[in-house]
Structures are given as structure tokens and as C-alpha cells.
């Protein structure tokens, strides 16, 4: 029992420590995801240890020591992803009217076929626009019901889990698909414009993941959050950015990428909203993500049901409110965040030039 409570600890410990190393190996950043998880075992393994702790057995004490700092480190990074922080983005005083619209964002899971399901969760919605990754074409023969209302779209559906379709209930302008890192991971960017008459520029991401099932990285997706944040740190206006960015919250590059970015996450302050495994509640954690820029205020932020993807759409209401943007306090990058945006990039670059035909195929093939 005693070898088995070590093991435990050593593992919690080990989870811990990892994921300050800013290497982008898939063994090293699959632990990002898990700290509510990781938080929940620490606690059981620490009473349990603690009750169970020999006088005068020196790693007894040196375990307990060490599995207290871990979780304190724990609850430091998922702290403001709850209701007891302060929010980072601001209540809006204008809950309707022609400068407010509401964003659902849903990883349909390509290989699910309950679309009515999903179209039932999105109409009771009443989105003003619409974004659906993992879309192939099937999906987007499904999905053009959905243009009675909101009949304005981009569709740029792939059978390779990087689909993309976009609905709209307003114009949209200056529409263009990119392709950042890889050519076959699409990311749409352009702008819609409110019945006010004001452009809230977009851009639609869904990157690559690290995924430990194949042994797979996470330099295409880190780059490509560089990429974003950077294109969009001197915008003006109004800025979202939205998708399944196969990344959590709380990681070194997604907070990276909203200090360069300076764009705010509405769930700290708010909640986890965790949107992925939708099969399993105990081990969820979110994937799914709106940034905004400093002159948008939140009117609601809710997770959507299940839709028959792995994924939970999440969905949230905002204002423009330009007046306010003082309120908010966006984030900024220093000198060693723009050295570490250079490293990942040359990371990317590098793993994409050391890549062999061969490896690339069988990336493609564990796509589908």
C-alpha cells in the first residue's frame, strides 16, 4: 500500500514539474491539460500520505513536502479560472441591441453522423454566428439548413479533421482562408459586420495537436498561435479569436499567445467551461476558446449540450463597447515572450524541414 501511495505521488509530482519544461514533445505537454484532474489526485494522495506518515522515515517528509508545493502550484494556474478571481473580461452594461451578437464555436467530431442533434443544440441557441471544425463534406451538406437564417458562409470542408464552416447572420467582408503553418490546416479570417454597422474582425483557428496516441509534437500548433497573436496585436477595432485550439486555458503557450495578442479570455474570472471529453466528466478540460479584444464586454459565456461529438459547443454574447475599453486590462508581452515566440517558430520551421515524405504521409493517413 505504501509503495503504491509513492508511486502515486512521485506520478502527481513528475505532472507537475514537466510542463515548465518549454519543449514542445507531446510527453512533455500532455501534461498541460490534466491540473484539475492532477489537483484531485494530489489532494486524496496527500491525506492519505499524511495519515499514513512514519515517524523518523526522512522520504515520508520529503514526499509530503513536495506534493504540497505541487499542488500549490496546481491551484495557482487553475485559480483564475474560477468564480474567486477577479474577471479579466468585463460585465457589458448593453445586454442587446445593434452592437451585440452571439458566437457559438463547435468541434462537430468529423466522424459523428447525430446531425440533427447538433442542429437542434445550435438553432436553440439563436447564434449570430457559427463556427464548425472537423466539417467534411458531409457535414457541410448537413449544415446548409442552417442558412436560412444565417445565410451568409464560408465552407472549407476537409476529410482530414481540419475542416472549417463558417454561418453568419450578417454580411461578412474581406473573407480569406490561410493556411499558417500547414497546407492542409485551414484558419478563416475576415470580418463580420453588426447591424450598428461596425466590423468585428475574426480569425477561425483549429491547429494541429500534440497527440501522444501517434507521438505527435506540438510545434505546428504552438506556431500557429504565435502566428495569430502576432498578426493581431496592433489590430484596431474590435477582434475576435475563436475555435478549438487544442490547447487549455491555462498553458504557458496559450497565455503567451494572449500577451502578444493582448486579447482577453472571458473564463477567468468565469469558470473552466471545459468543453472536451464530452463522454467523460472526469476528465474534461477546455479546448474550445473565444479571445476578444479590450473594447468587447461579455454579456453571457455558457458550454452548450451534447451534441454527439467529443466536444461541447461553447457559446458566448458579446457587446461592443468601445468606451469601456479603458476598463479592461489587456495583456502584454515582454522581451523574453517575443524571444520565446521566435523560438517556437523556429521550432516549427525546423521539425516541418526535418520532416520526411514518408512521415508526412503517415501524418496525413492518422488524420482521416
Not at 489537483?39 to 504540497?68: C, K, N, Q
Not at 452594461?93 to 442542429?119: C, H, I, P, Y
Not at 442552417?146 to 464552416?165: F, I, K, W
Not at 495569430?228 to 478549438?244: C, K, M, N, W
Request: aromatic share 10%.
Amino acid at each position: 500500500m505504501k509503495v503504491a501511495l509513492l508511486i502515486v505521488a512521485t506520478f502527481v509530482i513528475g505532472a507537475t514539474v514537466l510542463p515548465f519544461i518549454r519543449e514542445p514533445h507531446w510527453w512533455i505537454r500532455m501534461f498541460d491539460f490534466p491540473r484539475a484532474q492532477l489537483t484531485v489526485l494530489g489532494v486524496i494522495t496527500l491525506i492519505t500520505l499524511v495519515l499514513s506518515v512514519e515517524r523518523g522515515h526522512w522520504l515520508d517528509y520529503v514526499m509530503v513536502g513536495a506534493l504540497t508545493l505541487c499542488l500549490a502550484v496546481q491551484l495557482w494556474r487553475i485559480w483564475p479560472y474560477t468564480a474567486l478571481y477577479p474577471v479579466q473580461s468585463s460585465d457589458a452594461e448593453v445586454t442587446a441591441g445593434d452592437r451585440t451578437f452571439r458566437l457559438v464555436v463547435s468541434n462537430v467530431l468529423m466522424d459523428n453522423r447525430k446531425a440533427d442533434q447538433w442542429l437542434r443544440v445550435i438553432r436553440d441557441a439563436e447564434p449570430d454566428l457559427v463556427v464548425a471544425v472537423e466539417t467534411d463534406a458531409w457535414w457541410a451538406e448537413q449544415a446548409q439548413v442552417l442558412e436560412a437564417d444565417l445565410p451568409h458562409t464560408v465552407s472549407e470542408p476537409l476529410d482530414n479533421t481540419y475542416g472549417m464552416l463558417v454561418y453568419s447572420r450578417w454580411p461578412l467582408h474581406e473573407v480569406e482562408t490561410r493556411y499558417l503553418v500547414e497546407e492542409d490546416v485551414p484558419s478563416v479570417w475576415g470580418q463580420v459586420e453588426l447591424p450598428s454597422g461596425d466590423r468585428v474582425r475574426f480569425a477561425f483557428i483549429h491547429p494541429r495537436p500534440p497527440r501522444p496516441d501517434i507521438q505527435q509534437d506540438s510545434e505546428a500548433r504552438d506556431a500557429e498561435l504565435v502566428l495569430v497573436a502576432r498578426e493581431l496585436e496592433d489590430a484596431t477595432g474590435p477582434v475576435i479569436v475563436a475555435g478549438d485550439l487544442n490547447d487549455v486555458a491555462w498553458s504557458y503557450t496559450t497565455r503567451l499567445f494572449q500577451r502578444i495578442s493582448g486579447l482577453l479570455d472571458p473564463r477567468i474570472g468565469r469558470g473552466l467551461y471545459s468543453t472536451f471529453h464530452a463522454d467523460y466528466p472526469v476528465m474534461r478540460w477546455p479546448l474550445d476558446h473565444v479571445f476578444h479584444s479590450s473594447d468587447l464586454q461579455v454579456i453571457y459565456l455558457d458550454r452548450l449540450g451534447h451534441v454527439g461529438s467529443d466536444h461541447f459547443p461553447i457559446m458566448i454574447d458579446l457587446a461592443y463597447e468601445p468606451k469601456r475599453s479603458d476598463e479592461q486590462v489587456a495583456p502584454e508581452a515582454d522581451a523574453e515572450d517575443r524571444e520565446a515566440a521566435e523560438d517556437i517558430l523556429e521550432d516549427a520551421a525546423e521539425a516541418q524541414a526535418e520532416e520526411t515524405p514518408e512521415e508526412k504521409r503517415e501524418k496525413q493517413h492518422q488524420d482521416r
